[in-house]
């Protein structure tokens, strides 16, 4: 009771991630880790994943053959999204233009009235 808190038996005197290593990690609080992996292993595959603020997450997996062919996928599903997104700015481009003229319209008729 009141003795040096890194002689503790709670707390080895070598640190807790070195305990962990070793598997003689002291009691506490359960953590957000799935069993068997370190928060410092489960941070650093989240850094690898990476979302960057980017959104996306990315994970790193199979061979070059499976790489090939996942960067191919992505290319083709971009470039499908790519045409939709030309067709939909199309469509709103004639939209603007059909509410220009519209309220050209209704200006010009306001002021002859």
Do not use: F, M, Y
């Not at 890194?6 to 640190?15: E, H, I, K, R, V």
């Not at 598997?23 to 359960?30: A, D, N, V």
């Amino acid at each position: 009771p009141g003795g040096c808190p890194l002689l503790s038996p709670q707390a080895p005197p070598w640190g807790s991630e070195a305990a962990e290593l070793l598997g003689t990690e002291p009691p506490g609080p359960p953590s957000s880790a799935p069993s068997g992996v370190s928060p410092t292993r489960l941070k650093a595959a989240e850094d690898e994943e990476g979302t960057g603020g980017r959104g996306v997450k990315r994970k790193r997996c199979g061979g070059p053959g499976a790489s090939r062919e996942a960067a191919e996928q992505r290319v083709q599903e971009l470039t499908e999204q790519n045409a939709r997104l030309r067709e939909e700015i199309g469509r709103l481009s004639a939209e603007v233009q059909r509410t220009r003229a519209a309220l050209i319209d209704h200006i010009v008729s306001l002021r002859r009235a």
